[in-house]
Each structure stands twice: as C-alpha cells, then as structure tokens.
C-alpha cells in the first residue's frame, strides 16, 4: 500500500543518492550484499535479546534495501540478476527477523518470558504469511499479470518489525503482521482472479 503511494515520490529522493553512489562506482550488488550483512547483525542482536539494538539496526538494513535499487537505476537499470538476487536476499531478510525471534520465545526463553512460548508459533506463521505474500506477487507476475496490490507490503513490514523491535511489542507487532499478510495474500489473489475473468 505505501509502496504503491510513495514510490514515485521516493524515486525522486533517491535519485540523486543513487546517481552520487554510482559515480563513485559502488555496485548495487555489493549493497545488496551489505544489507544482508546487517540483516544478520540484527539476527545476532535479536538472538542476544538485544532488541532495541535490533531495531536501529534494522533501519540501516532497511536503507541499505533501498539504495541497491536506487544505484541499479542510476547505473542503467541494473542486471538480470541483479533482481534475482535483491528478491532472494529480500526472503532471507525476512527470515533472519522471525526465526531469531522463534528461537528467542521457543528454545531459549527469558525467564520474563514464561507462558510465551505461543510467540515462537507466531513467529513462523508470520514468516511464511510474509513469504506467500512475495510469491502470490511473483507467480502472478511470472503467468502476465498485474499484483502490485495489498495492504501489507515490504514497507508496511519493515515498519512493523522496527516498531515492534523498538518499543518491546513483539508479539503484538507479530500478531498484526501476520493477520496483515494473509489479508493482503488474500487480496492479491482476488485481484488477479478478477484479471482472469476479464480476459
């Protein structure tokens, strides 16, 4: 939903950022690689119970999401494989934000935590809801159709995960994750079903 809003806005800032980055001849590639890098400091961060630390950390990856694509552009559209890769690493972002906390709620609980155990459950309902939500968009994509719709994409979820890391709300942030990616997978379901029946 804030991707579909904001994007064209959002190119517009990051162009020049972009253009700055590849005339200083930084690939995207290497930032996409840069950015998984942080995503794994957060991983270590959550696991160590650290979230505060995990949340700002967050950030830099999330920037860092941005900017390989802002680069791409800026350098001629960026490679085949480029893409391939930014989406792959993009899913295993995802992963290393809900299996840290799965473990962090289910194998090794803080004592503070007794009784929520429930959260780990959560964790991997919510990692594989944010999972079908990429691959609804993608087959779709892949069979000709249009599926930039939803109510929880990349954006709404990242800022989730930050607030949720920041504040020590995890299993609310959690909770309205996942009901937020089965609806917007149902969403995009519908919206290319009634693609079809147009044809």
Known sequence: MLDAKIRGYYDQVMKPVGGAL????????AIT????????VVAVLILRDALVAAGLVAIAAGVADSLDGAVAKASGGGSKFGA??????????DALFFLPLAWLYGVA?????????????????????????????ARAE????ECNVGI??????????????LLG????????????????V??????????IRDE
């Open 33 to 40: 690689a840069a950015g998984v890098g942080l995503q794994t």
């Open 186 to 195: 149902v969403q995009r379901m519908l919206f290319v079903r009634q693609q």
């Open 84 to 93: 391939l890769l930014d989406s792959t690493t993009d899913r295993t972002s």
């Open 109 to 137: 609980p803080d004592p503070a935590r007794d009784g929520q155990s429930w959260v780990a459950a959560l964790a991997l309902v919510t990692l594989v809801a944010t999972f079908l939500v990429s691959y609804v968009k």
């Open 22 to 29: 590849a005339r200083g001849g930084l690939h995207p590639n």
């Open 142 to 145: 892949g069979l000709g159709y």
């Open 152 to 165: 929880a994409e990349r954006a709404e979820r990242l800022i989730l995960i930050v607030a949720g890391l």
């Open 169 to 184: 709300l995890v299993p609310p942030m959690l909770a309205i994750l996942a009901a937020l990616s089965i609806v917007t």
